[in-house]
């Protein structure tokens, strides 16, 4: 039989890992180590058979075990009647109260939307940093220091450095693409970008982009128009009218502006294309030999074409949003309308 140290050792394992699931439970504990006929009297009755040298060690543990099996029941009882007190009937079988799920923004929308219609046609998306140095978002992409073209975008300086701006465009994400990865390149770069304009129903001082760019052997301005025609098909249907407009950026050459025509009153005039019928939807055109010569390409070989929108105007014009300044403010009331989209 085991000696009555060890029985005490056994048992007092019980009782450390002893969590009562309930009333009842702690109940039982309390009769099976304190109860008249409980463990601690047992072990107690057996301290006589216990060997005259052995017996004040053996004691000293007894009186340990008898503690150790008290404060237990103690410590239980008072949680069990706190808590008995706090929450007299659980019901956990009641449901829980649902948490509100929240809305996707309605340029998140439509930036998913345009990101996956070119993802079809093996584009990849690319980002980059929103404060940009000057090379990769004017010089590089043929806009030199006094290029009058710097004045079409009001460009925000950083302070500490000057040769720092926040991007005004994600033209600068396609310089950094050229710049590190290998030819052909196929990319989609979304994004927000900053211009100093002040803050209306029409202009805001920062806003989010879409360019793309594609630069391979023998790319043509007509894989330029057929990739255009696709996208707008997609986006806002085959009935969808284009048409392009000769324009000037000084990273494209030619460059094209391009309209749809009006998705709102189908051509025939209304706020939105201020009753012409059409309305502008992005710039693009061919990549700048000079563009490509930063970067080391050589033009004879390479050709590319670029295009840029702006995700405000696509979704100015498929939700019909008519204030720049709702996509900031953050009004739950607009922001609710594009729930489940
Ligand atoms: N970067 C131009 C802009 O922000 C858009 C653009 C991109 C035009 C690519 C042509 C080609 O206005």
Known sequence: MASLQEQIHIHEQEIKSFIPSGAADLENYRIRFLGTKGIVKQLSAEIKNVPPDQRKEAGQMLNAFKQ?????????INLQQATAVKTPEMDL??????LPIGTRHPLRIIENRIISIFEKIGFSVATGPEIEDDWH?????????????RDMQDTFYVAQNPDWVLRTHTSSVQA???????????????????????????????????????????????D????????VTEMFG????VRFRPSYFPFTEPSAEMDISCTVCGGSGCNLCKHTGWVEILGCGMVHPNMLTNFG???EVYTGFAFGMGVERITQIKFQVNDLRLYSQNDVRFLRQFQGL
């Open 93 to 98: 079988t009641l449901p829980g109260t649902p």
């Open 238 to 241: 085959e009935d969808t009218k």
């Open 297 to 299: 390409i050589d033009p």
């Open 68 to 76: 150790l099996a008290e404060e237990k029941y103690e410590s239980n």
């Open 224 to 231: 330029l128009k057929q990739t255009l025609y696709y996208f």
């Open 176 to 222: 950094r693409i050229l710049e590190t990865q290998p030819l052909p390149v196929r990319v989609i770069c979304p994004g927000r970008v900053y211009r100093n304009e002040t803050i209306s129903a029409r202009a805001h001082c920062f806003f989010h982009q879409c360019e793309g760019l594609y630069v391979d052997k023998d790319v043509s301005f007509a």
């Open 137 to 149: 978002n004017f010089t590089s992409l043929n806009m030199p220091e006094h290029h009058p073209a």
